[in-house]
């Protein structure tokens, strides 16, 4: 067997033991109990649902560029540069802080079931 074929072929054994170790519990295994004393717990988890923009993109660049714009109105010559890219900075920090706190009011809240190993 050449060198590439066995690293090939461990490198499918290690892939496969690895994916028979990530395992997903759902609520049927609540209470299940392992030889190593673990068991599987579930709890009730709130999750929010439909948000658009997850990671928060649009209000991030919004206030990029109102900071950029209020920054390029400060200052001259290398100033007003450093000013316009600090105020895009921190508008970009405030612009997603804002649409953060805006889905989190207005995002739908579901509530979900997730089961999970747990060892004592």
Not at 66 to 89: C, E, F, M, P, R
């Amino acid at each position: 067997m050449k060198p590439t074929q066995r690293m090939l072929c461990m490198g499918a054994l290690l892939a496969a033991s690895f994916g028979a170790v990530a395992q997903s519990y759902g609520p049927r295994d609540e209470g299940r109990r392992f030889n190593d004393g673990s068991k599987v717990v579930c709890k009730n988890v709130e999750v929010q649902r439909n948000s658009r923009d997850p990671n928060r993109i649009t209000g991030t660049a919004t206030g990029a560029v109102v900071g950029g714009l209020i920054g390029n109105q400060v200052g001259g010559g290398n100033g007003k540069k450093l000013a316009t890219v600090a105020g895009a900075v921190a508008g970009g920090a405030v612009g997603r802080n804002v649409q953060g706190n805006h889905q989190q009011k207005s995002g739908d809240r579901v509530v979900e079931r997730r089961c999970e190993r747990v060892y004592r």
